[in-house]
């Protein structure tokens, strides 16, 4: 890498389209590389092949074109895939293959930012504290390596993302977007934004934003309690985005996008999986479609926290249950690699 250069995936579509025109080369060659970039995820000029010498060598003097390094990957009993990249900087960020139970459908979870700045209380990722924002072509590019490992070992694509990896989606707007627009886009993965999921801790303002955006995509909230007491204990942004204000931006985002919500919920023992607490989420399951995804707690180290058990998850969820609402017990995936929900932290033996 050479930081004198500059960056040439930072760039959007019309200004390298611009760039290569300006320099004299014909509309179609530009249409050729951004197939390189995106559609084949070449990250190096050398190998674009349908591109005149000419033209890969004035791209290689003029830009740098930044990959990510996989460094470590590690497979689950069950199946999950974990990989650890290192970005141009040396600044690392882990993303998660899951299969689905018949191993016919794979989803990959994406980080946005390496680290994370919001201090959960039960999540590995935020004792890292952030180290940066992903650029939306190195959110991509996570997908670019899974999806051949996943051709190479399963013979399947990548069917749904998630941004449920490291770091807090919203808090980085503009590349989250971004790297979006490369997934659904014909030049780039060509997926579907209803196979694409966006996690978020709740930031109101980001919520509404996302609708007036028009970004077809699904949500989810990282939920985990039902009253304001118990979830800023768990989640500090809760005492400037409570539930009152989390719930106007969520119905705004159903009414102005239709999109599909859904709550994330870790049950930990003996602090928000009673009855009550089961009465409490029903209440907040009553202003909108809303299906409820109930997680295993997944032990992190210095984490005082204990997972409930089989008994009180299947109660609590037979509770919600019982006044109509979707709701899933999910099952941790990749625990013993650490790759399950809160277990991100790009351990440095690894």
């Given amino acids: 890498m050479d930081p004198a250069k500059p960056d040439i995936l930072a760039l959007s579509r019309e200004d390298r389209a611009n760039l290569l025109m300006g320099m004299g080369w014909e509309p179609y060659r530009v249409r050729q590389l951004e197939g390189w970039l995106w559609k084949h995820g070449v990250r190096n000029f050398a190998d674009m092949r349908t591109l005149p010498a000419a033209l890969r060598t004035q791209l290689h003097e003029r830009f740098f074109l930044p990959g990510l390094t996989c460094t470590y990957s590690q ?4 199946g999950t895939s974990k990989f650890k990249f290192l970005m141009h900087d040396g600044l690392p960020v882990e993303s998660v293959l899951i299969p689905s139970k018949e191993a016919d459908r794979y989803t990959l979870c994406v980080s946005s930012q390496s680290g994370c700045s919001l201090s959960c209380a039960f999540c590995a990722t935020g004792t890292m504290g952030l180290l940066r924002n992903l650029m939306a072509s190195e959110i991509f590019d996570q997908y670019l390596y899974a999806n051949r490992f996943c051709d190479q070992q399963h013979g399947q694509r990548i069917g749904n993302i998630v941004y449920m990896g490291m770091g807090e989606p919203l808090l980085n707007y503009k590349n989250v977007l971004g790297s979006i627009d490369l997934l659904t886009s014909p030049t780039g993965a060509s997926l579907s934004p209803k196979r694409i999921t966006v996690s978020t801790a709740g930031i109101a303002k980001m919520i509404e934003r996302l609708a007036d955006d028009g970004i077809r995509v699904n949500l989810a909230l990282s939920l985990h309690a039902a ?5 800023s204990r768990l989640m500090p942004i809760n005492e400037s985005n409570r539930l009152s204000s989390l ?5 705004y985002f159903y009414q102005n996008t239709g999109n599909r919500i859904s709550y994330e919920y870790i049950a930990f023992q003996g602090f928000n999986d009673s009855e009550q607490d089961a009465r409490q989420l029903v209440r907040l399951c009553s202003h909108f479609p809303v299906r409820v995804n109930i997680i295993e707690y997944n032990p992190v180290a210095g984490m005082s926290f204990v997972k409930s058990d089989e008994d009180r998850i299947n109660a609590f969820a037979h509770e919600v249950r019982k006044h109509g609402i979707m ?3 999910r ?14 932290a790009a351990r440095p033996d690894r």
């Fill in 75 to 78: 497979q689950s009993v069950d």
């Fill in 227 to 231: 009253d304001d007491e118990k979830r």
């Fill in 247 to 251: 719930l106007g931006a969520l119905k």
């Fill in 327 to 329: 709701i899933t017990v």
């Fill in 331 to 344: 099952r941790s995936r990749g625990k013993d690699i650490d790759a399950a929900c809160g277990q991100l």
